[in-house]
């Protein structure tokens, strides 16, 4: 009983330095991304506040406007008690982005990134020059990045870490397709007979769109067969700390 009651305590311990280490890592990198943004200039809002530099104001309001109408359904999906307002910077060119994140590939930059509890997004206008726009109103709020970003945050705080990037990629555009209809077509794809256990191979050594669809089939997948409140309870237990190995076998037990 002694050594049972050691053990608990010994990974009780361990996992409170993990997720201390985690935080302690994610604030650090976080004070020096806004170190490097103090030129910016600050739109504070209920919700969240965005940095950012040479923008157009009717872009910043629909951005502001999508996250108004999106914080609180997600918030309350995620089942998050408390959240400080989000941090967004809109990025004017990928250069700048570059400059503040040095996370990314020269050849393949993103629209957005969740990155240190920070949405970091590049301006929408330097890919909506071919639409009016109203048209591009609609475009951005169902293939733009503000919804699937917010969902990796609201993702990371409940989970605090502990998942794999393409269950993060899959849960995002899960919710984004839960809130816009948006989804990848992948017809062009086979993606039957992915197992769960080749997921993260997988991801990281396939093309990224492709990597995308399956991360996506699997979430929907799941939540089809056994509902969305299964899913929650994957990211109650990924709260508590239980590993991805539990995770899978608490999948397979359901089938």
Do not use: Q
Not at 175 to 188: A, R
Not at 206 to 230: M, P, Q, R, W
């Amino acid at each position: 009983m002694i050594v049972i009651k050691l053990f608990l305590t010994c990974l009780k311990n361990f996992l409170k330095e993990n997720i201390y280490s985690y935080k302690l890592n994610k604030f650090i990198i976080k004070v020096n991304i806004l170190k490097k943004i103090k030129k910016y200039n600050v739109l504070k809002s209920k919700y969240c506040k965005i940095y950012y530099l040479d923008i157009e104001d009717k872009i910043l309001e629909l951005i502001l406007s999508i996250v108004n109408e999106y914080f609180l359904l997600l918030k309350n999906d995620f089942d998050i008690k408390y959240c400080r307002k989000i941090k967004f910077i809109i990025y004017p060119n990928y250069d700048e982005m570059n400059f503040v994140m040095n996370t990314f590939d020269e050849n393949n930059y993103p629209i957005g990134s969740y990155y240190a509890e920070i949405i970091h997004i590049i301006n929408p206008k330097i890919y909506y020059n071919n639409y009016s726009f109203d048209e591009f109103k609609k475009f951005f709020l169902r293939e733009g990045p503000i919804i699937h970003e917010m969902s990796h945050l609201f993702l990371d705080l409940k989970a605090k870490g502990n998942y794999e990037i393409w269950f993060s990629e899959g849960v995002a555009l899960y919710f984004e397709y839960k809130y816009t209809n948006f989804i990848y077509d992948d017809e062009i794809f086979d993606t039957s007979n992915i197992l769960w256990s080749e997921m993260d191979n997988i991801f990281k050594n396939l093309h990224e769109y492709k990597a995308y669809i399956l991360s996506f089939n699997v979430i929907l997948n799941f939540v089809n067969k056994y509902s969305e409140n299964e899913l929650k309870k994957i990211f109650i237990s990924l709260n508590k700390h239980y590993t991805f190995d539990f995770i899978k076998n608490y999948i397979d037990n359901l089938k």
